[in-house]
C-alpha cells in the first residue's frame, strides 16, 4: 500500500524500518519492537498510522521504543 512507501519513491522493496531484510509491507512487526504491527492499531480505527502513544511524531508501528498493544495482557 502508500502507506509502506516511507520514502515516497514509489518502490516499497526499499522501506524496510527494523532493517530485518523483509521490507515492511511483508513484514508483520515492521520496527522490530515485538509487537505486532497490526496490534500496534491503538485505537483499533484499521490504521496504524494514526497511532503514537508517546507524542514524538512517529507511529507506534514504526517506533521500536513505543510497545503498547491494543491486545490484553494473557
Not at 524496510?16 to 521490507?23: C, L, N, S
Request: zero cysteines; proline letters at 4%.
Amino acid at each position: 500500500s502508500h502507506l509502506e512507501d516511507l520514502n515516497g519513491n514509489l518502490d516499497v522493496l526499499d522501506d524496510d524500518t527494523d532493517e530485518d531484510g523483509a521490507p515492511d509491507y511483508i513484514d508483520l512487526d515492521d520496527d522490530g519492537d515485538g509487537v505486532l504491527t497490526i496490534h500496534e492499531d491503538l485505537n483499533e480505527d484499521g490504521d496504524p498510522t494514526n497511532d503514537d502513544s508517546d507524542n514524538d511524531g512517529i507511529p507506534n508501528y514504526l517506533d521500536a521504543d513505543s510497545t503498547q498493544s491494543n491486545q490484553e495482557d494473557s
